[in-house]
């Protein structure tokens, strides 16, 4: 299994970006997949998943409300639409699968990782 997370880059604080994350080889079918992120200084932290069964989601209180986690299962992509983004969003980006839980312990294949960068 291939991850490639696309999509970061520098936005104003309220603003919005939308991640992706495209499956190739033996694509994830199993579970779900994830969005973790790392900011410079802290230790990785879940962001939001998506379970295949039902496409139930999960996210971190912190982006409750802001972030939205989602599948297209004709191109094996997952997207993370962000909106009102802020500052404390600055992080790196991964993409992880095949789970859906919060422990990063818990997925096996890892995207190389987008960068998000929110000015104030």
């Known amino acids: 299994v291939q991850l490639q997370a696309s999509g970061g880059g520098l936005v104003q604080a309220g603003g919005s970006l939308r991640l992706s994350c495209a499956a190739s080889?033996?694509?994830?079918?199993?579970?779900?997949m994830g969005w973790f992120r790392q900011a410079p200084g802290k230790e990785r932290e879940f962001v939001a998943a998506?379970?295949?069964?039902?496409?139930?989601?999960f996210y971190a209180d912190s982006v409750k409300g802001r972030f939205t986690i989602s599948r297209d299962n004709t191109k094996n992509t997952v997207y993370l639409q962000m909106n009102s983004l802020k500052p404390e969003d600055t992080a790196v980006y991964y993409c992880?699968?095949?789970?859906?839980?919060?422990?990063?312990?818990?997925?096996?294949?890892w995207g190389q990782g987008t960068h998000v960068t929110v000015s104030s």
């Open positions: 992880a699968a095949d789970s859906y839980l919060r422990d990063e312990l818990a997925y096996d294949y």
């Open positions: 080889g033996r694509t994830p079918r199993r579970y779900g």
């Open positions: 998506i379970r295949w069964t039902f496409g139930a989601t």
